[in-house]
């Protein structure tokens, strides 16, 4: 089955800076990748998606961009805040067969203000 | 449009004794998710169900089942409890296919003593 491997586990920016987290894929029949975004006592809310025929993806400061030769993909924040403050889950859905949606195991960013 | 909403929000019960959680899903979407969140394990799909029929289903045993009603409501039960079962339990909503955005809803935290 598909397996979603997220990198860093953590990450603390200062306000204003960017944030870069990073996910690889294992089944090249995915097509699907969202982004979660995860507050303290919250279910898991959708900040930005993109599928296997789009390279990138933007959303103010929020960027995806996917690359299935290599079959990692990636969230860019600019300018953070204080409130960007979150864990933040790479998940994506196999084409093949099933579609159940494989998360990474998260990461914990931290905005230092 | 009201978002996912699961009952109950948080649930004490007691090795052996059985479980049954709620999901009222967004008005319109027809399919619902299930997902597990642990600390060590993170995201796992348990099943999706659409249209009252179970589409897909991930590695649970089968003391994890669920069902879904003609309005899209869904309901899961575990049966003879484990401590290990202590999670947080999400239901995701979709218009259509599990390719598509999923909504989460807020969780019932379940906890087995």
């Known amino acids: 089955g598909e397996n979603v491997e997220q990198h860093p586990s953590t990450l603390s920016v200062q306000e204003g800076d960017s944030a870069v987290i990073k996910c690889t894929y294992s089944?090249?029949?995915?097509?699907?990748f969202p982004w979660y975004k995860q507050e303290l006592g919250k279910g898991p809310q959708l900040i930005i998606d993109?599928?296997?025929?789009?390279g990138e993806k933007k959303d103010q400061r929020i960027a995806v961009t996917l690359n299935k030769t290599a079959k990692h993909f990636s969230l860019h924040i600019t300018e953070t805040q204080p409130e960007d403050s979150a864990v933040y889950f790479c998940?994506?859905?196999?084409?093949?067969?099933?579609?159940?949606?494989?998360f990474g195991k998260g990461t914990k960013l931290s905005v230092i203000p | 449009k009201a978002g996912v909403t699961q009952t109950p929000r948080y649930l004490i019960k007691t090795r052996g004794q059985q479980v049954t959680l709620s999901c009222s899903p967004i008005?319109?979407?027809?399919?619902v998710s299930w997902y597990q969140q642990t600390p060590g394990q993170g995201l796992q799909f348990l099943f999706e169900?659409?249209?009252?029929?179970?589409?897909n289903k991930g590695n649970f045993p089968g003391r994890f089942s669920g069902r879904q009603f003609s309005n899209s409501r869904s309901e899961m039960n575990v049966s003879t409890l484990e401590l290990g079962d202590s999670a947080l339990y999400l239901c995701?909503?979709?218009?259509?296919?599990?390719?598509?955005?999923?909504?989460f809803g807020p969780g019932t935290r379940l906890t087995v003593l």
């Open positions: 995701a909503s979709s218009p259509e296919s599990l390719g598509n955005e999923q909504f």
């Open positions: 089944d090249s029949a995915s097509n699907y």
């Open positions: 993109i599928r296997s025929n789009v």
């Open positions: 998940a994506a859905v196999s084409g093949a067969g099933s579609y159940q949606l494989t």
């Open positions: 008005s319109g979407h027809r399919s």
């Open positions: 169900y659409f249209s009252e029929t179970q589409r």
